[in-house]
């Protein structure tokens, strides 16, 4: 600047780095491990239909993101945008193996990002929109492979934990976890040398002698550790063989080495039908539009930083929330969006403040939710004692006298056993204003085909009583001695306790506003029947008031249908319907 350039171009010049032209994505379509260990150790009619669905499944993503994702900015700043009218062009070669020689049935997607306008000319795909919406492709990618497999195969899916405190997987049911473990064997090397980086991380001091980084490893710098790891771990690539030959090595290898027995491996797709054939009898793929946008707005809110979240964050996790409840069943088309709207229309809040003219598109509209759920919050530390002088203070958990590996470095857990519990609470708002849409969700249902614990109960069946008026049904919102088991296995126990204590004060909310409804209710009828003029024709001057069993201070009043705004009327005996909404804070 001081020798007259403006300051763009003085910044231009004094940047770091150079500007990399991006010319092309490379994808990688990767099934489920147990789908392609069936693949690897099956007969050879297995490998040619898990192959296929996987040709599917692939053609699926690539059509989801040529209609919805892939646009052709033109103009200045790119504020015109266009779908390409001709598709994308791309070029995909498969393998069968990975580095470690272990099986991994992949596909190596080469997609370019220039595509053709409607006027012929050539353009750039936006590559950051290619980017934002992996997590969805991928979300897509998953789900429909395993519904396609299983359909093809009579298969299904279940949730297997494979990291406490991380959303479950879908794996197919059946395979046992010896055999993924066995193909795991780049994987334990990437996991060793992780723990020798994350003790370097967090012993790692500056040139005052401080501590560079916080003693905890999270989960953002274990994401940047673990790219280290697998490049510091990366062997070279063995000479090609047959495909033939892989498979027949790969079976020996599994008998020898897996300590899973030869006739389970050979009938391993048998072990899985069957499998298939007790899951479909004990769990019921049950879909509720309503329910499954409360569970999908739950986890987005609570798994993002700050309770934002875009759309696209909730079509990923309700594409993930489909393949929990379907268990590998294929679903109608459009369903996951339908999930998305409803969720957006129900339980989202639009916190947008669009400066610019991308701000102004739907993908980039900025939500959070409607409700407040203070105990999902992170978890305060609880404050420190005063010191006592009798007692000696607790000794340190680790110090940087101490050897690698003679302590344990801590973890900063992800929060999805908090949004598990999240969309268990707004469910259980769901369940005690059933009056929406002329019917009542079967929370049980979603519940048991959706997550593997059962928190909410099941209706207790009362034996008839004669001729005696049945009473209204009483359901609790959550089964609390289930929650306090569940806070037993969990890790986060503070912010379980903290919904445990929220749980209760939702009862006692919702029995005094349903009290509060009812008391309104009749007060209004009261005073409408008081204020209606008597005509000579009215039916209650020749019908005398018979004692009856009817609600408000007027006990010898006749049955009569309340009909008052807001409040549905419920023809007496009975409690009416009420719109009272429970309000979370």
Excluded at 533 to 558: K, L
């Amino acid at each position: 600047m001081a020798a007259g350039k403006s300051p763009k171009a003085a910044f231009r010049a004094g940047a770091l780095g150079r500007r990399v032209t991006v010319t092309g994505v490379d994808l990688v379509f990767r099934p489920q491990p147990t789908i392609y260990l069936i693949w690897a150790l099956g007969d050879e009619k297995t490998r040619r239909v898990i192959e296929a669905a996987h040709e599917r499944a692939i053609v699926r993503v690539l059509a989801w993101i040529e209609d919805q994702v892939a646009v052709i900015r033109y103009g200045k700043d790119g504020i015109y945008k266009v779908r390409p009218p001709g598709g994308l062009v791309a070029a995909r070669f498969r393998h069968y193996e990975a580095r470690s020689g272990m099986p991994l049935l992949h596909d190596h997607l080469m997609l370019s990002v220039k595509g053709q306008r409607l006027d012929g000319k050539w353009g750039s795909i936006h590559s950051e929109a290619l980017f934002e919406n992996t997590v969805a492709a991928s979300a897509l990618y998953n789900e429909t492979v395993a519904a396609e497999v299983c359909e093809a195969l009579g298969l299904a899916t279940e949730p297997r934990t494979v990291t406490a405190g991380r959303r479950p997987v879908m794996e197919i049911a059946g395979v046992p976890h010896e055999l993924i473990r066995w193909t795991a064997r780049r994987g334990e090397q990437i996991a060793a040398c992780l723990k020798e980086l994350e003790t370097e991380y967090v012993t790692a001091v500056g040139d005052d002698g401080e501590l560079k980084y916080l003693p905890a490893v999270s989960e953002r710098a274990r994401v940047h550790l673990n790219k280290m790891a697998a490049h510091k771990t990366r062997p070279p690539k063995k000479k090609a063989r047959s495909l033939a030959q892989l498979r027949a090595d790969w079976k020996q290898s599994a008998i020898d080495t897996s300590k899973v027995a030869a006739d389970i491996i050979n009938s391993l797709l048998e072990r899985a039908r069957a499998a298939a054939a007790a899951i479909r009898a004990r769990v019921a793929t049950v879909v509720d539009v309503a329910l499954a946008a409360v569970d999908v707005t739950a986890m987005v809110f609570v798994m993002n930083s700050g309770g934002r979240f875009h759309r696209r964050h909730l079509l990923a996790e309700a594409r993930r929330h489909l393949a929990l409840v379907l268990r590998g069943r294929r679903r109608e088309a459009g369903l996951d969006d339908r999930i998305v709207d409803a969720a957006i229309a129900a339980h989202c809040l639009d916190i947008s403040e669009p400066k610019t003219t991308r701000g102004l598109l739907s993908d980039y509209r900025l939500y959070t939710a409607r409700w407040v759920l203070p105990d999902l919050q992170p978890a305060r530390r609880p404050p420190t004692p005063a010191p006592n002088p009798v007692q000696p203070p607790p000794a340190e958990p680790w110090t940087l006298d101490q050897e690698a590996g003679e302590w344990e470095i801590p973890r900063v857990p992800l929060r999805y056993d908090r949004a598990v519990l999240a969309a268990t609470v707004v469910r259980g708002k769901l369940r005690t204003t059933t009056a929406r849409r002329g019917r009542a969700y079967d929370g049980a249902a979603h519940q048991q085909a959706a997550t593997p614990e059962q928190l909410l109960t099941h209706p207790a069946t009362a034996p008839e009583r004669g001729d005696q008026e049945p009473e209204a049904e009483h359901r609790e919102t959550v089964d609390l001695p289930a929650l306090r088991a569940l806070k037993k296995s969990r890790t986060d126990v503070e912010a379980l306790g903290f919904t445990d204590e929220q749980l209760r004060r939702l009862l006692q909310v919702s029995t005094r506003a349903g009290h509060q409804s009812r008391k309104r209710t009749a007060e209004r009828a009261d005073r409408q029947g008081a204020d209606a003029p008597h005509r000579e024709d009215n039916q209650q001057t020749h019908h005398p008031r018979q004692p009856g069993p009817c609600h408000g201070p007027d006990a010898g009043r006749r049955p009569r249908p309340l009909r008052s705004r807001g409040y549905p009327g419920a023809p007496c005996p009975g409690v009416p319907r009420s719109r009272t909404l429970l309000r979370f804070s």
